[in-house]
């Protein structure tokens, strides 16, 4: 009777002792690229902080209530348009078929329904302010449309102020907003900064609500 041989073997797998410090090794110049790839891409950034506000200055986003944040949003929105129906006025004063370089309030409000300027329901609820174009600066390049007598709790005084900037060689066109605390504030007699400031009136900067968080933690 012939005995059964177990020919079958066992196989076993022996890891190198130095596979842990591959390992770990691989890990750490993984990590190390990874930081030096960071620091690179942080270095290339470009820093651009956010401004910081003086004291006569006012956040659009903090530092006005619901009716002013209100019409500063839709002097905003007035801005670029009233550079637009400049433009198209210059063009009629050129051609003879105009006196005027900027439209006046009947204008804005009855004829191109621009807010706040027109007697809506966005003006009823905020307040029925009263606006008046002030004399244009000519000497300063500057044109002034004044917002007073609001009935709203609180409400500011406005002006929107709007001129030719340098840039360069060139010129561009802005507009800045300011508030005043007494809603009757009279018309200014000149647009520089100083003499602004004086009489109460503040630049609202229209920073928006992550712009306003960054700039607090700077």
């Keep these: ?93 050129k051609r003879g078929k105009s006196k005027e370089a900027w439209p006046n309030i009947e204008q804005l409000a009855a004829y191109y329904y621009v807010a706040p300027f027109a007697e809506d329901l966005f003006w009823t609820q905020n307040g029925k302010v009263k606006w008046e174009r002030v004399t244009s600066f000519s000497f300063e390049g500057s044109t002034v449309y004044r917002g007073y007598g609001g009935t709203a709790e609180q409400q500011h005084a406005y002006l929107i102020v709007l001129s030719h900037a340098h840039k360069g060689a060139t010129f561009t066109s802005a507009g800045n907003i300011w508030m005043n605390p007494n809603p009757n504030a009279p018309a200014p007699s000149t647009v520089v900064r100083d003499s602004l400031i004086r009489n109460g009136w503040k630049q609202v900067v229209p920073y928006s609500g992550e712009m306003e968080r960054k700039r607090i933690r700077s």
């Design 1 to 93: 009777m012939t005995a059964a041989v177990n020919t079958a073997q066992n196989t076993s797998t022996v890891r190198p002792k130095s596979d842990r410090r591959e390992t770990l090794a691989i890990g750490g110049v993984i990590l190390g690229i990874l930081i030096v790839a960071g620091v690179a891409i942080s270095q290339r950034q470009i820093v651009n902080p956010l401004p910081r506000l003086f004291d006569w200055q006012l956040s659009s986003f903090y530092d006005l209530n619901k009716t002013d944040q209100a019409i500063h949003t839709s002097l905003m929105t007035a801005i670029p348009e009233l550079w637009l129906l400049h433009g198209d006025m210059l063009s009629l004063q």
